[in-house]
């Protein structure tokens, strides 16, 4: 098993760009695929942004591709998520999971899941 371990969250004004980090406190985490995922107030928790065990692979949210960049480096045992014209809109907790099969947008495929990191974008 893994423990994700998500930071870097932090107000920032729309337009600007953060970059969230996860790091995994233990375990395998090369044998995961790994997801970022968010939740506004008074809303569901949405898919963002996932990658595979190897990197090879990503998958995004239409509500953030070509802004969102999602990357890992397995020798650090961190995956990242690069967050570029953030909008209000972006605001929310956002949360990293492992999971351990590649169905990138299914939150109960996840077994793991951080705590979260708070992303407030002001206007």
């Known amino acids: 098993q893994v423990q994700p371990v998500e930071s870097g969250g932090r107000l920032v004004q729309a337009g600007d760009s953060l970059r969230l980090s996860c790091a995994a406190s233990?375990?395998?985490?090369?044998?995961?695929?790994m997801g970022w995922f968010r939740q506004a107030p008074g809303k569901e928790r949405e898919f963002v942004a996932a990658i595979s065990a190897s990197g090879g692979v990503t998958s995004y949210a239409d509500s953030v591709k070509g802004r969102f960049t999602i990357s890992r480096d397995n020798a650090k045992n961190t995956v990242y998520l690069q967050m570029n014209s953030l909008r209000p809109e972006d605001t929310a907790v956002y949360y990293c999971?492992?999971?351990?099969?590649?169905?990138?947008?299914?939150?109960?495929?996840?077994?793991?899941w951080g705590q979260g990191t708070q992303v407030t974008v002001s206007s």
């Open positions: 233990k375990g395998s985490f090369n044998n995961y695929n």
């Open positions: 999971a492992a999971g351990p099969s590649w169905r990138p947008l299914r939150d109960s495929n996840y077994a793991y």
